[in-house]
């Protein structure tokens, strides 16, 4: 396994790196998320007749006080693998984020990564009057620094990733359209995108047969992915617009992952059709 194996192929498959830019996602005015969720999911690793769980991954939001002079949500994202596979390649991710509650523009970012003997450390402040954040980056192979990194529109982080998905509006979304994001982390600004897919039902582990709105990301070809095929992500067809599950492919093998528990979520989960 390699570093950047988690947060690109585990944590969250759709942020993903794009070849092209496209419009910025367009948001509902409804929240669809309240402080409080507590959202857990299941990811397992498939390689010919290997199909294994071999890591988790857990999504919190709490309201988050004020920053920059603005109320703001405060997300909490960690991942681990299971202690059996710890003593293949230990892995623990640890995100933490604090973006406006209307707009969703991030405001700080903290990530605490160790990745078997890769760790990595970084801590965001979004300076919007101008227009920079102020970053401290730390890895094992490029040592610390300090820099401002110029800011750019339509842009997010780990923390605050998954809250712009769920704010889509999808009814402005047409079809095999293209739709960007900028996406936050170490010392750079990728440009990601993703397309919308329509409408599918999933069969998910746990929970059965789920309405879900299908989106696919495209992947650039490198230490990690395959680059042949698509990232797929499901959302619950519904108000929450949760992930309910997500499909990576590998360069060797691929990668699953399923909402496994979920508390707190704003609106009853109605996408799911029978358990």
């Not at 496209?22 to 290997?50: L, M």
Request: hydrophobic content about 40%; overall charge negative.
């Amino acid at each position: 396994m390699r570093r950047w194996f988690f947060i690109w192929a585990v944590l969250f498959p759709l942020s993903v790196l794009a070849q092209e830019r496209a419009s910025c996602i367009p948001f509902t005015q409804d929240t669809v998320f309240s402080p409080g969720e507590d959202i857990t999911y299941g990811v397992s690793y498939k390689w010919g007749a290997v199909n294994t769980e071999v890591a988790s991954a857990r999504l919190q939001l709490e309201n988050g006080g004020m920053e920059n002079g603005l109320p703001v949500y405060h997300s909490t994202v960690s991942a681990r693998t299971a202690p059996f596979f710890d003593v293949f390649f230990k892995i623990r991710e640890h995100f933490e984020g604090w973006f406006h509650r209307e707009s969703l523009v991030p405001q700080k970012c903290l990530r605490d990564t160790h990745e078997g003997t890769y760790a990595a450390y970084n801590l965001f402040h979004y300076d919007w009057a101008s227009r920079v954040i102020h970053a401290r980056v730390e890895n094992t192979s490029e040592g610390n620094k300090t820099l401002d990194i110029p800011l750019v529109d339509c842009v997010c982080d780990i923390p605050s990733l998954v809250y712009f998905l769920r704010r889509m509006d999808v009814s402005r979304m047409k079809e095999g359209e293209h739709y960007g994001l900028n996406f936050a982390i170490d010392d750079t600004i990728f440009h990601i995108h993703l397309t919308n897919c329509g409408l599918e039902t999933v069969k998910v582990k746990g929970l059965g047969k789920v309405r879900c709105r299908f989106l696919r990301c495209s992947v650039v070809t490198g230490a990690v992915f395959a680059g042949d095929e698509d990232v797929k992500i499901w959302l619950s067809d519904d108000a929450n617009q949760v992930p309910v599950a997500f499909w990576a492919p590998l360069r060797v093998g691929a990668m699953r992952g399923y909402l496994k528990s979920f508390d707190h979520l704003k609106y009853d989960l109605t996408a799911v059709q029978d358990r």
